[in-house]
């Protein structure tokens, strides 16, 4: 993927990452890991309030989960626009392609340099292969998984 991030924003992307982990835990470690600065991670995230001269974290979520359907509303609120081209690994991804000019969907099938597994994206692979969306094989499609000596 930080090879796909390095070509993107070679011709002039702008990339973000949308999780529905934690937003702020992303982006603890998004500039370091991927190279995305951390103003371009969008997840799910606590409200924040500002009392007493601080910024002070909620109990309450910021809007929905960023998972399903709130991948798209979350990416909307955060750029004004929907994205051209998004990829996708799991079940939780298919309204975020859907919505993509162009959709990529990352099949995790390779045991041997990574895992193998399609547990939470049984319905990513039908629905992608039904609809004919781009999908690559871990396996078959990529020459590395990690770079040797790669900490991250």
């Known amino acids: 993927m930080l090879e ?24 603890v470690i ?35 989960l960023a998972l399903g359907p709130g991948k798209p509303s979350h990416l909307f609120a955060r750029t004004g626009r929907l994205p051209k081209f998004a990829a996708g690994n799991g079940d939780v991804d298919i309204e975020m392609l859907e919505v993509a000019d162009f959709r990529l969907v990352i099949v995790h099938d390779d045991a041997e340099r990574e895992y193998a597994t399609t547990t939470g994206a049984e319905r990513i692979l039908e629905f992608a292969t039904a609809e ?15 770079v040797e000596g790669d900490t991250a």
Do not use: Q
Not at 47 to 64: A, K, T
Not at 132 to 146: H, L
């Open 4 to 27: 796909l991030f390095d070509l993107l924003r070679a011709h002039g992307w702008r990339v973000f990452v949308c999780s529905g982990g934690g937003r702020d835990f992303m982006r």
């Open 30 to 64: 998004a500039e370091d890991t991927w190279g995305v600065l951390k103003e371009n991670v969008i997840g799910s995230a606590p409200e924040w309030s500002y009392r007493d001269g601080r910024l002070v974290r909620d109990n309450e979520l910021r809007g929905d």
């Open 132 to 146: 004919g969306w781009t999908m690559v094989s871990m396996r078959n499609d990529w020459n590395r998984i990690y």
